[in-house]
């Protein structure tokens, strides 16, 4: 028989196949395919549905396929952007961006998919009011298209203080307020915890005051965009407490950059933590 201690170690893992238990159904886990950029998709994928995830995140049109194939759902759709730093703040890039957003929303549809991201791109001297205008007016060109096709653009919170020196769309309040002026169901947020912990805190707060513009959360630990776990000062299990109780239906998804050796065991662990 099993000592006292290996049965609590093992009471939270399938014996044979070391699964986690099942999980508990509140949160629609998902994982970033760039964080695991070094293991083949499709072995992503199998270890994904071992895990219990439904989705994988920033994935095109080239790799649904993979995902199909092992019932994986395309939680975050991308491929339309041009870049992190050209977005839609910025007028030189609406030609492009309309042409690219127009084509493939149709595409994101017809695979069956809801969520195509979208990034304000770097300011370059732009005030906020500038920033907003120009956005509302290049996101309005493609915004009919999303609505008769049933697709949410979702523009990224990205922090401005560490990994994206001058990013625009860097405060939960200035995303808000686009979404405002923008007036439609299919234009959200993603909220990435991770960036916003890092350029204004205040995490629980902000999510509950805001959640009815967020379709999607990104973790990751601070400091670092390591794991989510003690070595870190976010707690996530109350973070994802607090998502739930908003309500939410759409997907948390894993984007922190394993140290691990094992990268797989770490992304599970992410999960577990996650899933309260």
Known sequence: MLGSVGATVLSSFDMEKNKPS????????????????????????????????????????????TLQ?????????????INLV??????????????????MIPLVAKAG??????????????DD???????????KKILPIAEKNNIILVMELLNSKVDHKDYQCDRTAWGVELCKRLGSQNFKLLYDIYHMQIDEGDVIRTINDNHQYIAHYHTG???????????????????????????????????????????IA???????????
């Open 129 to 139: 009011e500038t920033g907003w205008k120009n956005c509302v007016e290049g996101l």
């Open 221 to 263: 630990g601070v400091p670092g965009r390591n794991e989510i776990d003690q070595t870190q000062e976010l707690y996530y299990p109350a973070i994802m407490e607090a998502i739930v109780k908003t309500g939410h239906k759409g997907f948390v998804a894993q984007e922190f950059i394993p140290t691990w050796p094992d990268k």
């Open 113 to 126: 998919y809801k969520n195509l991201i979208c990034f304000s791109g770097s300011r370059r001297g732009k």
């Open 86 to 103: 050209d977005g839609f703040n910025d007028t030189q890039f609406h030609t492009k961006l309309i042409q690219n957003y127009t084509e």
């Open 69 to 81: 194939q092992y019932g994986l759902y395309s939680s975050m759709c991308n491929g339309a952007e």
């Open 266 to 276: 770490a992304l599970r662990k992410g999960v577990e933590i996650c899933d309260v």
């Open 22 to 65: 099942e999980l508990k159904g509140n949160i629609n886990h998902a994982v970033c395919r760039w964080c695991y950029g070094s293991i083949p998709l499709d072995q992503l994928c199998k270890s994904a549905k071992d895990i219990g995830i439904k989705g994988i995140d920033l994935v095109g049109p080239k790799e649904w396929p």
